[in-house]
């Protein structure tokens, strides 16, 4: 991130501006380390610069906070924002909230903007599966677990290794040896 940093203000040095694009750069790069004070801190200078945040710019900060526990939260209330200043949702916001909730422990909240999703119309990804059904391998729920599995079935969802890990996961802590060897 040091090197991203220098990259910045050397741009900055010589005078080219930043753009959207910059800064969700820059805010991605800090949502991975987990540092969402400073995602917000970007999302504010970007404003201030005259900027507008875009969605991306959004998904950035929900997840920052999604990846830090205990703050999903804050997460939902960046969500709230996005949409409050008339931005869409995408499969990657609703997937980083949905990621955020799952971490926290808050199945329910994970499994309503799954469905909140579904009734906007917009089309779950492979990671928005992993992460729901993330939330219920966390929670010890086999029955939700297997819902969601059959579900992604139906829609013709191809797994990767994170997700059948998750399902494997999920079964053989509940004691579902079968279920997990099926799988």
């Known amino acids: 991130i040091e ?74 209330d960046a969500f709230l924002r996005m949409k409050k200043v008339g931005l869409k949702p995408t499969s990657h916001s609703y997937t980083a909230l949905i990621h955020a ?21 917009i089309k779950p990804s492979v990671e928005t599966y992993t992460s729901l059904l993330d939330a219920f391998r966390r929670c010890g729920d086999v029955e939700k677990l297997t819902e969601i599995w059959k579900l992604m079935l139906r829609e013709r969802i191809q797994g990767t290794r994170v997700t059948y890990n998750t399902l494997l996961d999920g079964f053989a802590k509940q004691g579902h040896y079968i279920e997990a060897r099926d799988v």
């Open 3 to 76: 090197e991203v940093e220098g990259l910045f203000a050397e741009m900055r040095g010589k005078g080219l501006k930043p753009t959207s694009a910059t800064y969700n750069i820059l805010m991605d790069a800090y949502a991975r380390r987990m540092q969402p004070d400073i995602v917000e801190t970007l999302l504010k200078e970007m404003e201030g610069l005259g900027l507008e945040p875009n969605v991306k710019s959004y998904t950035c900060l929900i997840s920052a906070y999604g990846r830090t526990k205990k703050m999903s939260d804050m997460a939902a």
């Open 101 to 121: 909730y799952s971490v926290s422990g808050w199945h329910e909240k994970a499994y309503a903007s799954f469905e909140e999703m579904c009734k906007e119309g």
